[in-house]
Structures are given as structure tokens and as C-alpha cells.
T-cell receptor, first 110, second 116 residues
Framework: QQQVKQSPQSLIVQKGGISIINCAYENTAFDYFPWYQQFPGKGPALLIAIRPDVSEKKEGRFTISFNKSAKQFSLHIMDSQPGDSATYFCAASKGTPLVFGKGTRLSVIA | DAGVIQSPRHEVTEMGQEVTLRCKPI?????LFWYRQTMMRGLELLIY????????DSGMPEDRFSAKMPNASFSTLKIQPSEPRDSAVYFC??????????????FGPGTRLTVT
């Protein structure tokens, strides 16, 4: 049973464009929703996270939008750059452990 | 700080052989996590330790998998006997505490295991 569904599997965006990755969760008890970024040959690293008491969180070019009623959250990358090319994982948790989505491979092309 | 250290970085073995993956967490971190990453299933938690004690091993796929943490600076994940379906990238992560809302998890570079 997959508790966090992530889409799309892969995404190609032009440099300067907006990248959008979506996640949906099933467990309404989840109260923490992080996004991780993974470069080839490296482990995932925490990028940004949100709690369900807010609908949006922005850090630089990265924004999480959260819709509690729809049980969905998304990552927006504004002004996407080739250096943003990586695999992005959404996750959710209620305490421990983290439950991860399957990942989205983002390619930003010039 | 060197971060989480994993060894080996790559392992190729034949079906039926024993495989041991090693992890050195960040000094001072009290929680250690073992994850497995595959294309089909994504990133899955196998087991985690708090203060060297296994807390949740519900993600360990079967009895062929075992994990130990004999001290605060070392953990192993053992597969015996290995099977081709065990081929994956195995990550170790550590954090100051187990709750990810409070304590960020830091991942190692992973061990890519190929079982032929």
C-alpha cells in the first residue's frame, strides 16, 4: 500500500520555467510534509518542509503549496536552472518514520 | 564533519553470497536509519535505531536481512543469502533524534548492490 503518491515520474523543463511536482497522501494523521532533493550518486537531502497549519511555504525559488482538504501538496521551482536537475522526493510523517513518494526525475534544459 | 560514511560504495556479488553493508553515522547523532531505494518501490525505510537499540524493523523484507548497531559509531546491514531482487541502492541516514519534524536526517552516499 503506497501512502504517498507522487507525480510525474519524470519532468523536463526549460531553463527559466516553472517545475511543478505533485504528491497526494492517504493518511490524515500525517502532520509533516518534507521534500528531498537527490543528485546522482548522492543521498537525498532535505530541501524544504511544511506543516498542515499553513497553506504555503516559500524558500528562495522553492515553494510548497499544501491543500489539506484535498490531501495534496506540491513543490514549485520557480526560474528553474540546470543545476536544479535532480530527483525530488516528497515525504510525509506522523512522528517516525518518514514515508516517501517514488520520486520525480527533473531535467532542466537550456 | 565528514557526514555519514557508507562502505562499500559499490558491491557486486553472486546469488547466495552473504553481503554486509557498513555505516558510520555523524558523531553525536543518536538515531540511525537504513533505507533501500529501487525504481519500482522508491525509497523505503528498512529499520531504524535509537541510541543503538532497534526501534522499528517492520520494513525489513524478510529473515535474510539483519541489522546491528554495536555502538554509537557503527552499524551493519547484512543480507544472507543474497538474491537478485535485493539489487538496489542502500542508504544509511543519521539524525540527532528519531522525529523527522524536529531533527533533520542526513543521508550517506549509498551503497549500490548488484546481485547476479
Amino acid at each position: 500500500q503506497q501512502q504517498v503518491k507522487q507525480s510525474p515520474q519524470s519532468l523536463i523543463v526549460q531553463k527559466g520555467g516553472i517545475s511543478i511536482i505533485n504528491c497526494a497522501y492517504e493518511n490524515t494523521a500525517f502532520d509533516y510534509f518534507p521534500w528531498y532533493q537527490q543528485f546522482p550518486g548522492k543521498g537525498p537531502a532535505l530541501l524544504i518542509a511544511i506543516r498542515p497549519d499553513v497553506s504555503e511555504k516559500k524558500e528562495g525559488r522553492f515553494t510548497i503549496s499544501f491543500n489539506k482538504s484535498a490531501k495534496q501538496f506540491s513543490l514549485h521551482i520557480m526560474d528553474s536552472q540546470p543545476g536544479d536537475s535532480a530527483t525530488y522526493f516528497c515525504a510525509a510523517s506522523k512522528g517516525t518514520p518518514l514515508v516517501f513518494g517514488k520520486g520525480t526525475r527533473l531535467s532542466v534544459i537550456a | 564533519d565528514a557526514g555519514v560514511i557508507q562502505s562499500p560504495r559499490h558491491e557486486v556479488t553472486e546469488m547466495g553470497q552473504e553481503v554486509t553493508l557498513r555505516c558510520k553515522p555523524i558523531s553525536g547523532h543518536n538515531s540511525l536509519f537504513w533505507y533501500r531505494q529501487t525504481m519500482m518501490r522508491g525509497l523505503e525505510l528498512l529499520i531504524y535505531f535509537n541510541n543503538n537499540v532497534p526501534i522499528d524493523d517492520s520494513g525489513m523484507p524478510e529473515d535474510r536481512f539483519s541489522a546491528k548497531m554495536p555502538n554509537a559509531s557503527f552499524s551493519t546491514l547484512k543480507i544472507q543469502p543474497s538474491e537478485p531482487r535485493d539489487s538496489a541502492v542502500y542508504f544509511c541516514a543519521s539524525s540527532l533524534g528519531a522525529n523527522p519534524q524536529v531533527y533533520e536526517q542526513y543521508f550517506g552516499p549509498g551503497t549500490r548492490l548488484t546481485v547476479t
